[in-house]
């Protein structure tokens, strides 16, 4: 069986220990019984709410919490409610509610379970309510939640489901650093579940926006919101790329130390981890872009709307021809009434000076109109120690990408980016304007045909290092993608995609 399936049962009794604490709600819920109007009474709902009523005795330090404070405060609650029951009435109720919670005898509630991670029928002891103090004289006895009472209530609202890939990214990287290997791939692929579902907002989101934002207000408030969508996913991108840093140094001082098979297995379940944990980064990444367009489209959305709703509102007849025919107004205030509903002046002259300007009569061979361009970003420089130092780092970026490539033919700059970052040897040069350089000269001359070799007029230029570095390649080809990408507070550059045609 593979290791992964063999580990889905992993921790199995822990999750029946959870998921245990909610029978005696539903045990409450199958009760029949009925009021003094014969009405039905909802035991379900009545069961969580003396919880959540135990729950703010404990907030407050209330330690005298017994049946009777229980009933009262059901029965205070009913006061415009559906149940219809006197003083003992509630009471009955309350005793019943916190025998179902613990039962009479003091003894523990119980859960028989199979466990398909031992192959054993196991039990699991709880209580969700327990008896703080009793009172002898009185015979009265005051009960507060167990701990298990509150997990049960801490589970019936996901405080931090926001942070839920935060906190996913925390357990992988204490994964990582305790080797538990396994772990870690389960761990991504519930990262990968988390970011779907925030796609999925952020698509729900988006059409919100589109129909919801008529006013100023709820374009206020929902800018708000994708603020704070923008900034949790660029805390979260920061964590990605930390991990997967993580990652390549763990994987690269495995590389020296693998002795025994069991090294073997833990390496190529780190090259699987960090391919995963690439492809749900991959994933993030574009959520992050979506959360900056759609960031960009609220504001849009929101000028759209009120301006149609102005549209709308506006009655020419009535606020402009009837002012204009009932009030009698001189003739600048009928222009002032007019003016902002006519087009803009455009002026009809011409300057005689046109008729010497500069006039294109020739074509391009005649040297008389010249197209303006990119500048070439080779060795054409006034200063030679610049072409000189640029020549080293463009040998060392050649090598350093063919390093990265490998066996691949295709990669984008993002990857190569984060292959940089990952090394404290190589991050510098993400800090360097020459990496950008490289890039964009690969982007202005693609397709770039290794085959044609250096430059007729017989100058090395710096594209001739990079032709050199690339022999065993037929064609250099650069696509530039819509993302920016901004690896240094310095730099911004578009996404790119490299490919390789290799000789046949």
Do not use: C
């Not at 009535?318 to 902002?340: N, Y």
């Not at 006039?359 to 500048?375: K, S």
């Not at 691949?408 to 404290?424: C, G, H, M, N, V």
């Not at 250099?476 to 995609?497: A, F, K, N, S, T």
């Amino acid at each position: 069986m593979d290791q992964r399936l063999a580990d889905l049962t992993r921790g199995f009794r822990e999750r029946i220990n959870r998921l245990a604490i909610f029978d005696p709600l539903y045990e409450l819920g199958r009760k029949v019984s009925r009021d003094q109007q014969n009405n039905p009474i909802d035991w379900f709902s009545l069961g969580m709410v003396s919880l959540l009523f135990f729950f703010e005795s404990m907030l407050t330090r209330r330690r005298q919490t017994s049946v009777k404070d229980l009933a009262a405060y059901l029965q205070e609650m009913n006061q415009e409610g559906p149940i219809s029951a006197d003083e003992a009435g509630f009471q009955k109720i309350a005793r019943e509610i916190i025998d179902a919670f613990r039962d009479a005898s003091g003894k523990r509630k119980e859960k028989v379970f199979f466990n398909w991670e031992t192959r054993q029928e196991e039990r699991i002891y709880y209580s969700l309510i327990e008896v703080s103090d009793s009172d002898l004289s009185q015979n009265i006895q005051n009960y507060r939640l167990t701990e298990r009472g509150l997990e049960l209530i801490f589970a019936t609202k996901e405080y931090f489901s926001e942070f839920h890939l935060s906190i996913s990214q925390l357990v992988l990287r204490k994964q990582l650093e305790k080797g538990e290997l396994n772990g870690a791939l389960r761990e991504i692929d519930e990262m990968r579940i988390a970011v779907e579902q925030l796609q999925r907002k952020m698509i729900q989101l988006n059409l919100e926006v589109q129909r919801n934002i008529i006013s100023h207000e709820t374009q206020k408030k929902y800018t708000e919101i994708l603020d704070a969508i923008h900034s949790r996913l660029t805390r979260e991108e920061e964590e990605f790329r930390e991990l997967y840093g993580f990652v390549l140094e763990k994987k690269r001082k495995l590389e020296y130390e693998m002795t025994a098979e069991r090294d073997i297995r833990a390496y190529n379940l780190l090259i699987q981890i960090a391919k995963e944990l690439d492809e749900v980064h991959r994933m993030h990444r574009s959520l992050l872009h979506d959360s900056i367009t759609l960031k960009r489209k609220a504001l849009h959305a929101a000028k759209e709307s009120l301006y149609h709703a102005g549209l709308i509102a506006f009655n020419f007849n009535q606020d402009v021809t009837s002012r204009v025919v009932t009030s009698p107004m001189p003739a600048f205030a009928l222009e002032g009434l007019i003016k902002p509903l006519l087009g803009p002046y455009v002026e009809r002259n011409w300057s005689p000076l046109d008729v010497f300007a500069p006039q294109r009569t020739g074509g391009d061979d005649e040297g008389e109109w010249e197209i303006p361009h990119f500048a070439e970003a080779d060795d054409r420089t006034e200063d030679p120690s610049y072409l000189q130092q640029q020549r080293q780092n463009f040998h060392r970026l050649s090598q350093e990408l063919q390093a990265f490539l490998g066996e691949k033919t295709e990669i984008r700059l993002s990857e190569f980016l984060e292959y940089l970052q990952a090394d404290p040897e190589r991050a510098p040069f993400v800090e360097n304007r020459s990496l950008y350089d490289y890039w964009l000269l690969l982007h202005q001359r693609t397709p770039l045909q290794i085959h044609q070799g250096r430059n007729e007029d017989g100058k090395s230029y710096l594209l001739d290092d990079i032709i050199a570095a690339f022999s065993h390649v037929e064609e250099i080809e650069v696509q530039e993608e819509p993302e920016l990408l901004q690896p240094h507070p310095r730099y911004e550059i578009q996404e790119m995609i490299l490919r390789l045609k290799v000789n046949a």
